[in-house]
Nanobody
Framework: QVQLVESGGGLVQPGGSLRLSCAASGNIFNIYAMGWYRQAPGKQRELVATITRGAITNYADSVKGRFTISRDNAKNTLYLQMNSLKPEDTAVYYC?????????WGQGTQVTVSS
């Protein structure tokens, strides 16, 4: 059974930082590349960062240079360090496999960037 539990979101001022965490079950973390997705109000969910099991990373242009994805394979945990946050980064952030293995999504964690 797939389990994904995101945490670490909150309210932050523009220019601030947050670190998101995702505790994943082994049956997804040990098989799949992993990614962080986000969904802003009224918009489709988008993929913002990916990392392979070998730690090769890739980023959407909108977050490149500001976000850093990492993973701890021993803890089945995915991270997203977000720096220089902008109001347009406001969204619910989710982690999942690449591609998502089925229809399951965690509850996500809300990130709000506002002064």
């Amino acid at each position: 059974q797939v389990q994904l539990v995101e945490s670490g979101g909150g309210l932050v001022q523009p220019g601030g930082s947050l670190r998101l965490s995702c505790a994943a079950s082994g049956n997804i973390f040990n098989i799949y590349a992993m990614g962080w997705y986000r969904q802003a109000p009224g918009k489709q969910r988008e993929l913002v960062a990916t990392i392979t099991r070998g730690a090769i990373t890739n980023y959407a242009d909108s977050v490149k240079g500001r976000f850093t994805i990492s993973r701890d394979n021993a803890k089945n945990t995915l991270y997203l360090q977000m720096n220089s946050l902008k109001p347009e980064d406001t969204a619910v952030y989710y982690c999942n496999g690449i591609p998502p293995p089925g229809d399951y999504w965690g509850q996500g964690t809300q990130v709000t960037v506002s002064s």
